[in-house]
Structures are given as structure tokens and as C-alpha cells.
């Protein structure tokens, strides 16, 4: 059963544009939501992470918008460049101590054209 | 540099067979967590470590076992390998709850993969 989905699978945006990626997830009891930045060869990377008792996270071009009553949330990426070209993943998680075990969505393949 | 070690990033190895790769998790994380990596199922979560003990299983297959060395070191060993166990195998630590100046931002820190290829 997958818990959290994700979409697009990819997307090509050009430089200067808004890269939006969504999630949506089933379990409430998540608290924790995080996306990671892969690059080719690397392992996921922390980019940035929401809690659900706000609404937007902001982090120079990268926000983070969340609706808990509609069980989303999504990726924003400002003014995107070539840079940013990497697979995003979302995930969620009980934020226990000791116990971040992270669900993921299956990625989404961004590439920024110039 | 995530600081999380794995060994070795390639292997290539026949239907059968069996394996065992190796993490070293950050200094100081007592939490090590096994994820697969293939194409079309992005991010699995295998098990997860905790001070030498089991803490969460995913989905994890029978023929694949894990443990946690007094070291912290993990190993996953895989077994009766088959094709389908072809995949990027990752190792992720975090941090330390209750660890001086470390706030629990629930970050896990992913090594580089080792890269099973099953013929």
C-alpha cells in the first residue's frame, strides 16, 4: 500500500520558471514531511521539511505548501535553473524520536532547460 | 559528504548468490536504516537499527537479513538472489535523540548506494 503519491513523474521546466511538484498522503498520523534531492550517482539529500502545524515553509527559492485537511503538500521551486535538474522525492513520517522512518513517494524527475 | 559510509558501491553477481553490504552511519548515530532504490518503485524502506537493535521492519523479503554491530557498523545480507533484486541498496543514519546541540530534525542522512546488479 502506498502511502504517499506523487506527481508528476517528471517534469521539464524552463530557467527562470516554477517547478511545482505534489504530494498527497493517507496515514494522518504523519507529522513530519520532508523532500529530499537526489542527483545522479548520489544518495536523497535533505532540501527541506515542513511540519503540519504550519502552512508554508520557506527557504530561499524552495517552499513547501501543506494542506492537512486535504492531505497534501507541495514542492515550489522559484526561479528555477539548471542546477536544480535532480529527482525530488517527498516523504512523510511519525516523527518519533529515534525512529524517522521516512515513507517516500516515488520521485519525480525534474529537469530545468535553459 | 553525507558522512555515512557504503561499501562496496558496485556489485555484480549471478542468480543465487549471496551478498552482503556494508554501512558505516555517521559518528555518533545510533539509528541505521536500509532503503531500495529501482526504477519503478523510487524509495523502499527495508529496516531500520537502532543501538544494535531491530526497531522498524518495511518490506522486506525473507532471503534478506540486516544487523547492527556493537560498532554501530550495519550489514544487509542478501540471499537466493534473483533478478528482480537488482536495485540501488541505500544505508541512512540520524541523529541522536537527545544529543547536546543536535535538534531531532527528523533528517536522515543517505550514504552513496551500493549498486547490485543480479545476472
Known amino acids: 500500500q502506498q502511502q504517499v503519491k506523487q506527481s508528476p513523474q517528471s517534469l521539464i521546466v524552463q530557467k527562470g520558471g516554477i517547478s511545482i511538484i505534489n504530494c498527497a498522503y493517507e496515514?494522518?498520523?504523519?507529522?513530519?514531511f520532508p523532500w529530499y534531492q537526489q542527483f545522479p550517482g548520489k544518495g536523497p539529500a535533505l532540501l527541506i521539511a515542513?511540519?503540519?502545524?504550519?502552512s508554508e515553509k520557506k527557504e530561499g527559492r524552495f517552499t513547501i505548501s501543506f494542506n492537512k485537511s486535504a492531505k497534501q503538500f507541495s514542492l515550489h521551486i522559484m526561479d528555477s535553473q539548471p542546477g536544480d535538474s535532480a529527482t525530488y522525492f517527498c516523504a512523510a513520517s511519525i516523527g518519533n524520536f529515534g525512529n524517522e522512518k521516512l515513507t517516500f513517494g516515488t520521485g519525480t524527475r525534474l529537469t530545468i532547460i535553459p | 559528504d553525507s558522512g555515512v559510509t557504503q561499501t562496496p558501491k558496485h556489485l555484480i553477481t549471478a542468480t543465487g548468490q549471496r551478498v552482503t553490504l556494508r554501512c558505516s552511519p555517521r559518528s555518533g548515530d545510533l539509528s541505521v536504516y536500509w532503503y531500495q532504490q529501482s526504477l519503478d518503485q523510487g524509495l523502499q524502506f527495508l529496516i531500520q537499527y537502532y543501538n544494535g537493535e531491530e526497531r522498524a521492519k518495511g518490506n522486506i523479503l525473507e532471503r534478506f537479513s540486516a544487523q547492527q554491530f556493537p560498532d554501530l557498523h550495519s550489514e544487509l545480507n542478501l540471499s537466493s538472489l534473483e533478478l528482480g533484486d537488482s536495485a540501488l541498496y541505500f544505508c541512512a543514519s540520524s541523529a541522536r535523540p537527545g544529543t547536546v546541540g543536535i535538534a531531532n530534525t527528523g533528517e536522515l542522512f543517505f550514504g552513496e548506494g551500493s549498486r547490485l546488479t543480479v545476472l
Open positions: 496515514n494522518t498520523a504523519f507529522d513530519y
Open positions: 515542513i511540519r503540519p502545524d504550519v
